[in-house]
Each structure stands twice: as structure tokens, then as C-alpha cells.
């Protein structure tokens, strides 16, 4: 494979990221089911100080984050320092503590193939903040973003990172990573070259941990947030001797391609239930960990002067203790020793008595097809007995750079498994359902966790596809057929007997393979399940949804589609029609219908009253603890009190509607308790009829009465 394709590019970048980049400046990537951040000190910790941010598949959820931390490492031999010191090994590590002493962030910024759409929700305009990470508009680019990050080291070593990520529904759940690791000398921030040597033996690496996912690690034992239970799965030993064969659709799962991934083992703390998969098994059962995240390798130059892909390499592909590993100190004489045990752990050696040059993954259950294997359930943290869990370790190398010269590296790193209606089902049938039950290859089995578990290991072969079309992406010079561009414009706006919904044309409008558009809508709230409202041609830019209930907020998305004609060969993706992401459209504020202003103190309701919280979703369906303030003045105040006469929340409505929805959370964040409450509404300012008549004056007001029931 030839060296990754060199593109030139015209940036309109802002100048404050170029130079000398601040280290906590991140750039976010929200274009496909696999969204995430990347920053500026060329690693990830994804701690935002409230959970663990990022790598959020399915995006479509609540709480799908899946990182953790991932821990960078280069080292090399025989170097000598801008200061003349000679080290027998020097190595650094890459990590937001270690910027200004061994590494200096110098880019970062985001480019995209085309500005998203604008999108309003009643004139709020929700892609406004996401619209703000890109820096610039290049329609050349292959992907739909690119993310452009350097840093420069204490080793000379500066490393180039371009990440890419495709909004295409093949393509959408990986990011392509090209790493250039360039001998240029500079150390620091500057210009000024500081070294000309070249470099001896360089070894880069790193050690990725995932929690797969958050969602587990809220429902389930706590600890799983960072990563503890996570297993490891190697693949692809055997690459050298069949990485000329073609991956296809009707095969696109290879085992050989080099690869490692996480997904959620046995719990350390829960033992009343199997966690395979993080049934939910304290609510509706549904699985909440079916993900396998990991990382494959698409390509390894042989040399600096030989771009052709190393079969042989990555020289370590396993796993690691996720908090074992040497501390480099502040990089002075005395920490040699410490800077030759990193060469060591990055070689492949163990390190600090995890014992044995061989780090088995969890095979050690056996063969995959076994009832062992199936069962599965041996704690990680019995292997690796580390708190910190067990991190996904590649290493590369080792290299001569001479001065000037480059080594490229290129990973995928994607998330995939069991949709949602399937980890319903199956967590359903797992708690509640009666033997036998059916397996995925048709096959029964009477042992419950044995069905579990077979269905959540079928994301191993759905993350080696997703492997597989990156690999095929790549090899390609990513020429995967594009889907259309979205609508430049999506306008929704709620009104008293419909949501009114427009658009402007999408630009792909006018090439020979566009079919039209599509709406889509999730009532109660925006991550659940969305159904089709709106299928139509193009030219046709507006659309009445008349089938809205009152009461209920709806979330909208709406998407251009392609008639299959230029996506009619399988060797990339499956064949058929195209559509543009999703998420380029997709509404995440609320539109309802709207009652006109209340004409009448003595007409106002509260629904439902009482209310209980038993019969939640009976009322306003997806939407819990919501009562709604209906046919109210179109300018009032609304004020809640306890029975006791305590003011607990207070609501301007100013929108001149006849309807107000309150979530039954106190001014002070606080859920408010069973018992009797009193609303007083007040209204603020004179209410007039057609004929300019005061119906209502200034400061008229009303009480009413509600019960909360749980």
C-alpha cells in the first residue's frame, strides 16, 4: 500500500492554532453514530471531571460513552539530548501533565467537506454551538471531517495525526487515524530545529482502555465506568499470510485482520447474575453493554524509505494492566532506569510482575464455540488484578528515523454490536423467557446466560466488519460511494393544530442520482425510536405533520436521499440507496402542539392531576415527571407552592401560548415529594381580544390545586 495520499488544502484557520496550541483545547466529531473528541496534547483521557466523555456509540442513546483513558508512550535508543546528555534509552509519554516538559502541542483543528445545515427548533438555532468546532470548509477532503493534531517532543520526534470520520450509514461507526512520526528535531514550541540526528530504534505505543459503556457502569456495579470488568480479544496473528485475500460483503468479517477490542466481562462485584452484556437486570433487562470497541491496523510503513505496509508489524498486539506501567518522573538523568523499562513494556515485556512474556486475552476460557467459552464467567479482574482494568496495547516498531524522514502509521478505531430493539429482546427473553432458547446459528440451549452471552459474542464478528469496510475504505483512497448532502436548511416550528416543518434544498438536489427526502420523528423525547412522517421528492420543501397528539413533544430529523444508481457494487459497502447523516439535522429540542393563549382564569387545568407515578407513561408518553399548565394567559407567571405555602418553583411564560410543561423539578434541582401542591398563576401583562377589548387584566391571577402521587 502506497504512502497515505498527501492533500492540499487551503485553510482560512484561525492564527491561535498554529504556534503554541493550548492542551485542553479539544475538537468534537458529531457527524455519525460514532461521535467523539480528539485533543490538542495528542492523546485522550476522557475524565471531563463529571464521567468518562467520548466515543459515544450508538449516538442515538443516552450514556453510550465508551472511553476511558488512552496512554501514549515513545521511546527510542542512543539519544542524545538538546543538552548533550547521552541516554542509553530515552522515552516520554503523552499526556496532558507532560505538556511544556516533554511534549508541545502545536495544531489542532477541524476541517469539513461542507457547513452543516442550520437547524431551528421555534426559532432556536441547536446546531449553532457544534457549528463552532469547525474551522474551516474544504469540499476536496474524502471524509465529511478530518481533524488535524501535532505535537512536538522532547525526542525530536513530532507526530502528525489526521483523523477521519464518514457520515455514509456503512462508514459511520469508525474514525481512520494516519500517525506521521517525523525526525525533525524540534523539541519545544519554536521554530528553531534543536537536534539533526537521527534517531535509533523507535518504539511508539499505546494502551487504550474502554468502558463499554457508561451505561453499564451507571445500572450495573459502579466500577465499570472505568473499564474494571472489560475483556480483551487479539485477532489477526496470522495477517502476514492472508493479507492479500479480498474482503467482500458476502464474507466481511475477516478473523486475520489485525486487531484488538473490548467489551464488558464479568462484573468484580455483582456475582447474583452473569454481566455479559450489562443486562439491565434491576429494570427492563435490556442489554446495556452489547458493545466491542477496539482499534485494527490498516497500515505500517516498513521503513523511511520503504512506504510499502509491514505485514510483520505491530510488534506487540495483546493487552496491559491498565494502571501498570513505569513512571518517567521529570525526565532527568536519574530516570534512565525507569525510561529502559518502558523500551522494555513497549517491546512486549510485562511490566512490574504481571508475569509471563505471554499476556493472554480471554482465551483463557477456552474455545469460543465451547459452553465454557459461552458461559464466561471468569472475572477479568481475577487475570489481571488490577483496578484500573485491562487495556487494548499496540506497539510499532522498532524504527531508524534519520533527520527529516517519516514513518506512517494507520489505525481504524470503531465501536459495534447488538442494536437496540435486539438488546430489548434479548434481555426480555433472558429474564423472563422459558427454555430452550434459540442461539444465533439456530442452534438451543436450556442455560439462559449461555443465550445471552452467544448473542452479545456476535459483536465481535460486527466490529471485524466494521474493521473490514474501514480496511477496504482505506485501501481504496477512500472512495466510498457519498451519500448527499443534507438540506441546508430545517426549519420546525410548532403551531396550535400542527408542527410546521420546511427545509431548503439539499445542494445534491440537482445531481442525476437524487430521490427526495425523508422525515423522521421520536415522540416523549430524542433518544428513542424514530418513525417515518415524511417520504417525498425533491423540489417539495414543507411539510404539515398533522398526526402530532397535544401534550406530547415530538423531535424531528429529516434526510436526503439517493436513488441506489451510484452505490451499485458491493465492494465497498452493500449496494441501494444513499442517505445523508442523520444527526446533520436531527432536533434536539422539542416541538409540540401549541394551544392558543387561555381566554379564562377559570378554564386553566393541570394534567395530569393527580399525578402518579405508576401511570407516568400513560400520559406523556417518553416523557417522565411531566404535568402540563394548559389553556393559561399567554403572559403570566406561574408559581408553585407546598401546601404549607413554601415557594418551591417559579415559571415566566412569556411565549403567548396556552400551555406551559413543568418536569416537576424544584427551583433548587430537587424532586419534588408526594403531596398536595397550590399553583399561582398571575398574569403580566393585559390580555386583549380581536377587537382590543381587555379580557383579562394585568395582575388578575388564580389558584389551583394538584396532587403528586408515588
Same mark, same amino acid.
Given at each position: ?8 488544502? @487551503? ?35 476522557? !475524565? ?46 503523552? $499526556? ?15 476541517? $469539513?467537506? @461542507? ?100 451505561? $453499564? ?13 472489560? !475483556? ?135 474455545? #469460543? ?17 488490577? #483496578? ?10 522498532? @524504527? ?29 427473553? !433472558? ?38 469496510? $474501514? ?9 466510498? #460511494? ?22 431548503? #434544498? ?199 390545586? @394538584?396532587?403528586?402521587?408515588?
Amino acid at each position: 500500500m502506497k504512502r497515505f495520499l498527501q492533500i492540499l488544502i @487551503f485553510l482560512l484557520i484561525p492564527l491561535t492554532i498554529f504556534g503554541k496550541v493550548d492542551e485542553t483545547l479539544k475538537r468534537y466529531v458529531k457527524v455519525g453514530e460514532l461521535q467523539s473528541h480528539f485533543s490538542a496534547y495528542g492523546s485522550e483521557r476522557a !475524565w471531563n471531571n463529571t464521567y468518562y466523555e467520548g466515543m459515544i456509540w450508538p449516538a442515538d442513546y443516552l450514556y453510550q460513552d465508551n472511553a476511558v483513558i488512552k496512554r501514549s508512550w515513545m521511546a527510542c535508543k542512543n539519544f542524545t539530548d538538546k543538552d548533550d546528555h547521552d541516554w542509553g534509552h530515552f522515552g516520554l509519554y503523552i $499526556a496532558l501533565a507532560d505538556v511544556g516538559n516533554s511534549i508541545y502541542p502545536t495544531q489542532l483543528y477541524q476541517i $469539513a467537506k @461542507f457547513m452543516p445545515p442550520t437547524v431551528y427548533v421555534d426559532g432556536v438555532d441547536i446546531n449553532s454551538f457544534y457549528n463552532a468546532e469547525i474551522d474551516s470548509v474544504d469540499p476536496s477532503i474524502e471524509a465529511d471531517r478530518m481533524i488535524v493534531n501535532e505535537i512536538n517532543t522532547s525526542m525530536g520526534l513530532t507526530m502528525e495525526r489526521r483523523v477521519y470520520a464518514f457520515s455514509q450509514q456503512y462508514h459511520d461507526n469508525y474514525f481512520i487515524k494516519v500517525y506521521t512520526l517525523t525526525n525533525t528535531g524540534n523539541t519545544d514550541w519554536d521554530d528553531e530545529i534543536e537536534l539533526t540526528a537521527d534517531l535509533d530504534d523507535v518504539i511508539i505505543g499505546w494502551g487504550t482502555r474502554y468502558s463499554v459503556s457508561r451505561e $453499564a457502569g451507571i445500572l450495573l456495579d459502579g466500577q465499570q465506568k472505568w473499564g474494571k470488568n472489560t !475483556w480483551v480479544t487479539i485477532r489477526g496473528e496470522d495477517y502476514a499470510d492472508n493479507f492479500l485475500t479480498p474482503i467482500t460483503e458476502d464474507d466481511p468479517s475477516p478473523e486475520w485482520l489485525r486487531s484488538v477490542f473490548s467489551w464488558y466481562g464479568q462484573s468484580a462485584v455483582v456475582f447474583q447474575i452473569n454481566t455479559v452484556g450489562g443486562a439491565n437486570y434491576q429494570g427492563n433487562n435490556r442489554l446495556t453493554a452489547p458493545h466491542h470497541a477496539g482499534t485494527a491496523i490498516l497500515h505500517v510503513d516498513n521503513g523511511w524509505n520503504d512506504p510499502t505496509d509491514n505485514v510483520g508489524q505491530p510488534l506487540f498486539l495483546g493487552w496491559h494492566a491498565g494502571d501498570t506501567y513505569p513512571g518517567l518522573g521529570n525526565l532527568s538523568e536519574s530516570d534512565e532506569p525507569a525510561m529502559y523499562q518502558l523500551y522494555e513494556m513497549l517491546s512486549g515485556s510485562p511490566h512490574l510482575g504481571l508475569g509471563g512474556a505471554e499476556r493472554i486475552d480471554e482465551v483463557i476460557m477456552g474455545d #469460543p464455540t465451547s459452553e465454557t467459552y459461552l458461559k464466561h464467567n471468569q472475572k477479568p479482574f481475577d487475570v489481571h488484578n488490577d #483496578p484500573g482494568g485491562m487495556n487494548t496495547m499496540i506497539t510499532y516498531g522498532p @524504527f531508524d528515523i534519520p533527520h527529516n524522514e517519516s514513518i506512517v502509521i494507520v489505525e481504524v478505531e470503531g465501536i459495534n454490536g447488538l442494536d437496540r430493539l435486539m438488546c430489548e429482546t434479548i434481555g426480555l427473553e !433472558w429474564k423472563d423467557g422459558d427454555a430452550p432458547y434459540t442461539l444465533p446459528n439456530g442452534a438451543e440451549t436450556n442455560d439462559k446466560d449461555i443465550y445471552k452471552n452467544a448473542w452479545v459474542f456476535t459483536g465481535k464478528d460486527s466490529i471485524l466488519k466494521t474493521f473490514g469496510r $474501514a480496511y477496504r475504505n482505506y485501501s481504496s483512497d477512500f472512495q466510498i #460511494p457519498e451519500p448527499p448532502e443534507p438540506p441546508t436548511l430545517f426549519d420546525v416550528q410548532s403551531g396550535g393544530d400542527r408542527i410546521f416543518l420546511s427545509w431548503e #434544498p439539499s445542494p445534491s438536489e440537482y445531481e442525476s442520482n437524487f430521490s427526495g427526502y425523508e422525515i423522521w420523528r421520536a415522540p416523549g423525547k430524542s433518544d428513542t425510536v424514530y418513525t417515518k412522517v415524511y417520504d417525498g421528492p425533491g423540489g417539495v420543501y414543507s411539510y404539515d405533520d398533522m398526526s402530532a397528539k397535544r401534550g406530547i413533544s415530538y423531535y424531528y430529523y429529516i434526510q436526503s436521499i439517493t436513488d441506489g444508481s451510484s452505490n451499485n457494487q458491493a465492494n465497498l459497502n452493500p449496494i441501494g440507496p444513499l442517505k445523508s447523516g442523520k444527526f446533520y439535522t436531527r432536533t434536539s429540542k422539542p416541538a409540540y402542539l401549541r394551544r392558543q393563549s387561555g381566554d379564562k382564569l377559570n378554564s386553566i387545568r393541570v394534567v395530569p392531576n393527580p399525578y402518579h407515578i405508576a401511570a407516568q407513561n400513560m400520559q406523556y408518553t417518553g416523557e417522565k415527571d411531566k404535568i402540563m399548565f394548559l389553556n393559561i394567559p399567554g403572559q403570566c407567571e406561574i408559581r408553585v407552592y407546598t401546601e404549607r405555602g413554601d415557594m418551591i418553583h417559579r415559571i415566566e411564560h412569556d411565549d403567548g401560548s396556552g400551555d406551559e410543561a413543568w418536569n416537576l423539578i424544584t427551583s433548587a434541582r430537587q424532586v419534588i415529594a408526594p403531596g398536595i401542591y397550590l399553583v399561582h398563576i398571575v398574569v403580566t401583562e393585559d390580555l386583549r381580544s380581536e377587537t382590543g377589548d381587555i379580557i383579562m387584566k394585568k395582575g388578575d391571577s388564580t389558584i389551583k390545586k @394538584f396532587a403528586v402521587i408515588r
